[in-house]
Structure formats: C-alpha cells, structure tokens
C-alpha cells in the first residue's frame, strides 16, 4: 500500500521561498507519475506541478517560472521548490498521482504567504 507524507510548509513573506517534500513509501515504480496540488478553502483541488510522459516539468500558469518539481530516486521521493511567493500561494500542498486513479491523500502540508 502506498502511503504519502507532505512536508516543508510553513509561514513565509512574500518573495520567500520553501520547499516542500512528498515521501512516498510503498510500492511504486514510476516517481514521474507523482504530481503535487493545492488545495485552497472553497476552491477546487488544483495540480500545479507534474512531469510530462518524457519526464519534463509541467506547472499551471500561475506557478511557471516560480515553482520547480523535482524527483529522488534514493530518497523516493518528488520535492516541490517554491520561489518568490506569493500571498495567493497560500494553501495546503499535497502530492499524489497526477492521473489515473489516486493513491490515499495524505495529510498535505501548509504553506502560508503573507503580504
């Protein structure tokens, strides 16, 4: 059974940076089909980060040019590298497949952006 662990959130001014991590345990053979989303209050579950089918890195427009994804293969694990926040990045991140059928949502981690 696979199971998801976010971490990294935290408390930071705008134009600060985090990263966040997605520990995967369990079996799992492709860390590209990982993705990360966001989840802000009374909006829907948004995937701002994946890879492509070549492994190439995917964002939304919102995060393209700030955010960075990142895979370990050692660590099992895909890192979400997040630059020059924004108030509007405020909310909590979650990793999971980015299609197909999801595994378990974990419990995400917090990011708040203040201005």
């Known amino acids: 059974q696979v199971q998801l662990v976010e971490s990294g959130g935290g408390l930071v001014q705008a134009g600060g940076s985090l990263r966040l991590s997605c520990e995967i345990s369990?079996?799992?053979?492709?860390?590209?089909?990982i993705g990360w989303y966001r989840q802000i209050p009374q909006r829907s579950r948004e995937l701002v980060a994946r890879?492509?089918?070549?492994?190439?890195?995917i964002f939304v427009d919102d995060v393209r040019g700030r955010f960075a994804i990142f895979k370990d293969n050692t660590k099992n694990s895909v890192d979400l590298q997040m630059d020059n926040l924004k108030p509007e990045d405020t909310a909590v991140y979650l990793c999971?497949?980015?299609?197909?059928?999801?595994?378990?949502w974990g419990r995400g981690t917090r990011v708040t952006v203040s201005s």
């Open positions: 890879f492509s089918i070549l492994g190439d890195p």
């Open positions: 999971n497949r980015a299609s197909g059928v999801h595994y378990a």
């Open positions: 369990g079996s799992i053979t492709n860390l590209e089909g």
